[in-house]
């Protein structure tokens, strides 16, 4: 019997391999036709091994066909494998898939490549601060294309949770606190992954993460729970989900945390009801890491009946936990699931296996050639360097000091200065930390032989070992100094007194965000902050360079520092890029995605909140029995949208080509842009709206729309926004997606805090 299967496998794989490019409109009868035949000869055990997504393991290069996993494989025990990296050891594990096991059925292969693979590009949440759509799909090609020559033919990104607490490290990780932006972002990645053909070799499938809600988690505490109305949900955290969707990301990766009581990989209303009924979802669903297993300390039961429920949930694919394989069976025997279950989240993964050309050719994402042309090279690295510098957010520039000349002595101070494995940023599984360019390297090369750079490290991360060591990579020992913090800092007061300018660069380390790196405190560490003072006192113009994964409490740095550039983590050529805004090479043109907080207390803050039955009236610090604070302003200290350059941007007056609309008709919001400084510089423009009166309350505003603009000094030019009535749709407390006719108020400006304001009126 068993041979005759075989048999059957053999003919149906020479018939699969030898079938004819398929036209597009038959591809997705094509997929089941397949799918479904293959499916009818595989054992109950098989398919389990094909939910079964465990982590790369002990394999090693030259010894893979000896190693637990490749058993696992021979056996039919695996659907796939994630972070493995180098095209051999791919290759090897692949071999044994086809060779060695009963159906032959190809691995997929995944790893998180989420900002760059080798070439490493800025975190996430610096590049939605570049507000360039292109430019972010371009890093995703990247990514993917460097990726697919070592066999990588999937990826965990994008991350699109919004975030609005930047105590969660994993802020770092998303595009901010915008549904809109958001969205934008989510698509832009999704295509650039993707391309147009996954079954390309340089295209890579997207999973979009973490479905759902998890930039929700209380008190920015990571892994925690999340609470929120459904509203809420439908209108401010699920619309990048959406959007990917929509886009066509392959696949979609649950969240660990609960939503309504129930942890995402058991919730059966958002990844059956929302995700597939609603938005029509056709790939499969991984969960997050053990996020299976974790239902057991969640309180749901144990590991068998976790397992079933999530299943019975909609998810496809068991990362790590082994729970499908190991329970499934015995819950299907005891009638808590059916085959047909099993069968289908089977189908959902030989089907993106299919997508990928992975049948047509196993191997056809090991290129060790096209690695040799792509991978770190210098055209890609020349692009990350463009890219980075698009993201820097310039948040303060007194007196011009920024940009720097390229004839002074600098004093180079910090410990992030001379530091290469920090660059990269957090999540950068495939990065050569030991090529990345430090900034010391970067204003060296940048600025050439006529200036002078003196450095001196200044301070630790921390002053406590401990914790520094927590917040170095992956516990690795730091660089750290030995000497006591004050001969550090009479070292570098030294260096400032003997140097024209000062370049501090100082912050976070890329492990103090990401994931499992919650802060308590955002601010700079104190012995950096002992630091910053003591050169300040010095008397020499300081420029702040501050490295961070998510927007800090800065409003100390803001009353003293006159110039502060937030470079984020960006990335292999980090060094160069901030060099190149340093030095005036490039023009800073970022604009944050999240709202500053003054003080960690405001949190969350965010810039399209609602506006309450005692708001406090504009311009007010402080009023009694109102919505605020005793001791600080409502105002974030950097608004949404913010971000100077150096040149410097004039609004006109805003036009409304209308104030009295109906129904589809279209409205032109226009306003007159100039340069106005000494610069050639870019502009996010922003539109944003409010609905002022509504069935449910709405947002004091909301981003419906941006355009970055590049102007000449002295040039102008008038930017033009249309709204439609599907800009002013939102989800109403029956959770339909319709708009309100009624007054609203349309606002252009650089920043979701400076704009222009006009009113029009809009019948249905
Ligand atoms: C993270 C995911 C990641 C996965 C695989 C998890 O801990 O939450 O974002 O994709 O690990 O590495």
């Known amino acids: 019997m068993k041979k005759v299967k075989l048999l059957i496998a053999a ?47 002990d394999i090693v290069t030259g010894q893979a066909s000896n190693s637990n996993i490749a058993e696992n494989i021979r056996n039919g025990e695996v659907g796939g494998l994630f972070n493995i990296k180098t095209a051999e050891k791919i290759r090897e594990v692949q071999r044994v898939a086809m060779e060695e096991s009963r159906l032959k059925i190809p691995l997929i292969f995944g790893m998180d490549v989420i900002h760059g693979y080798e070439t490493v590009f800025p975190i996430p949440l610096a590049l939605s601060c570049s507000w360039d759509m292109d430019l972010i799909e371009r890093s995703a090609q990247i990514a993917a294309s460097e990726a697919s020559t070592d066999g990588i033919c999937w990826t965990f990104s994008p991350m699109v949770d919004i975030a609005r607490d930047p105590r969660w490290g994993r802020i770092a990780e998303g595009s901010g606190e915008d549904p809109y932006l958001g969205s934008q972002i989510a698509k832009a990645m999704v295509k650039g992954y993707q391309g147009d053909d996954l079954s390309k ?66 919730n059966k209303w958002l990844l059956t009801d929302l995700l597939r009924d609603q938005w029509g979802f056709d790939g499969f669903v991984v969960t997050d890491y053990t996020a299976i297993n974790e239902m057991i300390a969640h309180g749901l039961g144990d590991l068998q009946m976790v397992s079933a429920l999530a299943l019975d949930a909609g998810v496809d694919m068991d990362m790590v936990g082994e729970g499908f394989l190991t329970t499934l069976k015995k819950s299907l025997e005891d009638r808590k699931i059916t085959e047909a279950q099993i069968d289908e989240a089977c189908s959902r993964i030989l089907e993106a296996k299919y997508k990928l050309g992975l049948f047509d050719d196993p191997y056809r994402y090991v290129d060790v050639e096209r690695a040799k042309m792509e991978v770190f090279s210098e055209s890609n690295r020349k692009e990350a360097r463009e890219i980075a ?50 900034l010391r390297e970067g204003i060296e090369n940048v600025a050439g032989k006529n200036i002078n750079v003196l450095y001196a490290k200044g301070s630790n991360i921390y002053s406590d070992p401990e914790l520094e060591k927590r917040v170095s990579i992956f516990g690795k020992p730091t660089n750290r100094d030995a000497r006591p913090e004050a001969e550090m800092i009479r070292e570098a007061v ?95 043109s970022g604009k944050t995605s999240t709202s500053f ?94 609905d002022m009166v509504g069935t449910v309350t709405r947002p004091v505003k909301e981003l419906k729309g941006f355009q970055k603009i590049e102007l000449k000094a002295g040039e102008s030019k008038v930017v033009s926004f249309d709204i439609t009535p599907e800009d002013l749709k939102f989800y109403n407390y029956d959770l339909d997606y319709d708009w309100e006719p009624g007054e609203f108020e349309i606002m252009i400006g650089g920043n979701s805090r400076n704009v222009k304001t006009g009113k029009v009126n809009w019948e249905k």
């Open 201 to 266: 070799n340089n295209t890579i499938m997207a999973c979009v993460k973490h479905f759902a809600l998890y930039g929700a988690s209380e008190a920015g505490r990571d892994y925690n729970t999340v609470d929120m109305s459904r509203i809420r949900m439908y209108n401010e955290y699920l619309p990048p989900y959406k959007a990917a969707v929509d886009a066509g990301a392959g696949s979609v990766m649950t969240s660990f945390n609960e939503i309504d009581g129930i942890p995402a990989s058991a």
């Open 494 to 588: 030294n260096v400032a007194n003997r140097s024209d300018v000062v370049v501090a660069a100082l912050g976070e380390s890329s492990e103090m965000s990401g994931e499992s790196s919650s802060r308590s405190d955002i601010t700079i560490p104190q012995t950096q902050r002992e630091l910053l003072h003591a050169l300040l006192k010095t008397g020499k113009p300081v420029v702040l360079v501050l490295f961070t994964g998510r927007p800090l409490a800065l409003k100390w740095e803001d009353e003293h520092v006159p110039a502060i550039l937030n470079v984020w983590f960006a990335g292999s050529e980090a060094g160069y890029a901030i060099a190149d805004a340093l030095f005036g090479n490039v023009n800073p």
């Open 389 to 438: 510098a698009q993201t820097f957010v310039l948040l303060k520039n007194e007196n011009n000091i920024l940009p720097l000349r390229k004839r002074e002595t600098i004093a180079l101070i910090g410990p992030l200065a001379d530091n290469k494995e920090n660059m990269p940023g957090t999540w950068s599984v495939a990065a050569r930390f030991d090529q990345a360019i430090s």
């Open 597 to 690: 907080p003054q003080t960690v207390g405001q949190v969350p803050i965010y810039y399209n909140h609602k506006n309450t039955g005692r708001p406090l009236p504009e311009g007010v610090e402080y009023q009694k029995f109102r919505s605020d604070y005793l001791d600080v302003t409502n105002d974030p200290l950097y608004p949404f949208g913010y971000g100077l350059s150096y040149t410097t941007f004039e609004y006109g007056d805003l036009q409304l080509s209308s104030n009295s609309l109906k129904g589809n008709q279209t409205l032109t919001a226009s306003i007159q842009l100039s340069n106005t400084g000494n610069y050639d510089g870019a502009e996010v423009v922003q539109l944003y709206i409010r």
């Open 11 to 57: 003919l149906f794989f020479t018939m699969w391999a030898c079938s004819p490019a398929p036209k597009e409109q038959d591809q997705q009868s094509m997929y089941k036709e397949k799918v479904d035949s293959l499916l009818s000869l595989m054992t109950l055990d098989e398919k389990l091994g094909q939910l079964n997504l465990p982590g790369a393991g």
